[in-house]
């Protein structure tokens, strides 16, 4: 089967099958052959590797996984999408499809079916209205994924990367680099897909930690970033002491300005300033209560 990384050959395909891209599975396929190959340059997958793909669509990114990995595993809600991607992938031998949300399905037990339960990496062009619950699962689970590479619209790229002091830091970024390192490889314009996006579009790479940068209570801690992120004009400790809850526990004010002295920071600062070494520390602070 010839490859889909051309307006004309996707046009053709789609009018073949009488498919439509539907738009509530986010779906915007990739025409573009050089940002294709780019995305599977980036993620440095081999044929010792098990790809997951989320979301192969007509299969565009598929062919080209196929040829350079061991076996890609590919989890797609839209099962209208069957007989084209039965056509588009007849000669990748290599490739599974698991129909379903992915947001539903057991990842462990991919894993554990395709690749001896070792690190798969994830490779996809994610559908936009859920990639930060989709990015926070693969995370969130950790050591199964060894590293993400995904398409995602450019201003998440950028939250995702955004460090202490930017006005894009936030709650998300300190998520996604407590586990991974994040670095954005590709920026992509909306001439890439079909249709076009109203949004420019960016390839992030993220290298999963094998162990978390920083030491706290994991859950403690991101209760507390919220928490200090809720409200973003008020201090953190002003946010932390009306939004802070974890099982049963609420802090005060002045706890979270005595908190915030012992560790050397101001009782003024707000929580865009913090980084994630400085809230780790935070948390260290306040996890045990006061006797
Ligand atoms: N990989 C293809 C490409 O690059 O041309 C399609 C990418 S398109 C942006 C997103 C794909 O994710 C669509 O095929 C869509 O049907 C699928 N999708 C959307 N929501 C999903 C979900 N919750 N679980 C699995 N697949 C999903």
Redesign the pocket.
Known sequence: MEKLTSPGVTRAVLARFGIRA?KK??????TDGNIVRGIVEAAGITKDDCVL??????G???QYLSEAAGTVVC????ET?RPVLSQTLEDCGNVEIIW????KTDLKDLSERFNEGKPLKVV?????Y?TTP?LLRLLEDKGRFESITV?VQKEVAERICAGPGNKEYGALSLAVQYYSSPEVVLKVPPACFMPRPAVESAVLHLQAYEEPPVEADEKFMFALIRSSFNQRRKTLANGISHGFHYKGRVLTRKEAEEALAAIGLSPDIRGEKLSLEEFAALSRQLEKPEQ
Do not use: C, K, S, W
């Open positions: 539907r599975y986010g779906q915007n396929f990739l793909e989320i979301g192969p669509g007509i565009t990114m598929t989890v797609e809600i839209d999408l379903g949300d992915v947001l996809a062009n994610l559908p936009y859920v989709i398409m």
